[in-house]
């Protein structure tokens, strides 16, 4: 348990409600406060396990809303059920390409 320096609460920094709201440790969720986005990273679409891209965000809801297009895409949480009926559209939003790691090329050694 700590302090918070801001309002003196004491709050628990590994609680849900603080990792949810970001912030600096010293103070508490709800004086805390994230002006930057989290980045985002995403195994790669080529169906490869060791890619990974990682993409920053203007905003939150940016972030949110092209995360909540990928994990539909890409079938995740649908177990054996084929995602493809539940496509949604690629959202309008401004991100950058921070890092790509992966091979990038297919069994056979070509690009």
Known sequence: MRNCVVCSAEYDPHSRAKKLVGGLVTHC?????ETSPKYL????????????????????????????????????????????????????????????AGLGMNHKGKI
């Open 29 to 33: 969720p709800d004086c805390s406060e």
């Open 41 to 100: 990273g995403l195994q790669s679409g080529d169906g490869k396990a060791a890619g990974v891209t990682i993409l920053k965000f203007d905003s939150k809801e940016d972030r949110e809303e092209y995360r909540q297009m990928w994990w539909v895409n890409s079938g995740m949480m649908v177990g054996k059920s084929c995602q493809l009926g539940y496509q949604k559209r690629t959202p309008n939003v401004k991100f950058k390409k921070v890092h790509e």
